[in-house]
């Protein structure tokens, strides 16, 4: 079969076929459309309740905003992209879209990550020095933390970028369902090896780097907890590091297989892979927002007045 050449200025579109071989494709899509939606009501809930509500402004609500509001960049980048080629069945982006797309999705993941990182350090802090956690921790520096850690996001993903712009592709074909660096790099005429370097260091610093510093955190917190003398503060701390290591568990899950397990020798195949990049892509944000909305009770208890209000409104 012969194949005509495009360089990475010259292609007008991609195409999506990574559903092409799958079943019930439009109840997938539905699927994902619901869980993406999802995300969008409890993400945008938390947004719009602590940024409404002045109360909420401090240190720890201004990390779960900055999250959610990564939530939803990043959820958003890959899940058009599925939603358009699994219901109304388009399955082309152009050239300018797909890169557009995995910049940001790559952008979120890297946010992501170190707004865990954040949390965690800001969780410690309250645990194992309440006392001098408010001259420590204050909203003026969480927002440097905040602005430094996108701005470390936004400088990775300039060079991955360009990394990706510079290629030629033999077929503007994406054999995954959405665009992502390794997405494009397969899909162009150059030996995919040398590319991946660049993703490898990032996910080794993601996975090596960062979640080393969440463990020793919740280690520090855990310590702190046991030597707590009341009990029943001890529950409601535990109770804590519970919650807030479950978006850290969910977060890093998907990407010890597809990062390490593979790298030692775990074989998947295309529709495996494309399964794992769906769900490392939906559920930490679907479980963030319930952590943080359900289990945080100023959230919750602002959440319940809004919905008594609107109630009562109804009513009348």
């Known amino acids: 079969m012969s194949f005509v050449n495009f360089s990475g200025q010259s292609v007008a579109v991609f195409t999506i076929t990574g559903f092409d071989h799958l079943p019930y494709q ?59 080629a699994l219901l109304p069945e388009v399955k082309t982006i152009s050239y300018y879209s797909c890169i557009s797309h995995m910049y940001i999705y790559h952008l979120g993941d890297i946010t992501g990550c170190l707004a865990l990182s954040l949390m965690a350090l800001d969780r410690t802090f309250a ?9 420590i921790l204050t909203n003026p520096r969480i927002f440097m933390l905040i602005i430094l850690s996108w701005f470390i996001g936004i400088g990775c993903m300039g060079k991955v970028v360009a990394e990706a712009d510079k290629l030629s592709y033999c077929q503007p074909i994406i054999r995954y369902v959405f665009c992502d660096y390794p997405a494009l790099i397969r899909a162009s005429c150059v030996n995919p090896e040398p590319y991946f370097r660049i993703v490898t260091i990032l996910s080794v610093w993601l996975i090596a780097g960062q979640l080393p510093l969440i463990l020793l955190s919740y280690g520090k917190i855990m310590y702190t907890v046991l030597r707590l003398p009341n009990n029943e503060h001890k529950g409601q701390v535990f109770s804590t590091v519970v919650s807030h290591s479950i978006p850290v568990l969910f977060y890093y899950s998907p990407k010890f297989v597809s990062v390490l397990l593979t790298r030692i020798g775990l074989k998947l195949n295309l529709t495996e892979r494309n399964l794992l990049l769906i769900i490392s892509t939906l559920l930490p944000s679907l479980i963030n927002p319930t952590v943080y909305c359900l289990r945080t009770k100023e959230i919750r208890t602002r959440l319940a007045q809004i919905l008594y209000k609107n109630s009562v409104a109804s009513c009348k």
């Open 127 to 135: 645990i194992s020095k309440p006392l001098r956690y408010t001259s």
């Open 26 to 84: 439009k109840v997938l899509g539905c699927i994902i459309l619901l869980c993406y939606s999802l995300v969008l009501l409890g993400s945008g809930t938390n947004i719009c309740i602590i940024a409404t509500n002045r109360r909420l402004h401090r240190p720890m609500y201004l990390l779960i905003c900055n999250l959610a509001v990564v939530d939803v960049m990043f959820t958003t980048s890959a899940c058009t992209t599925m939603i358009s």
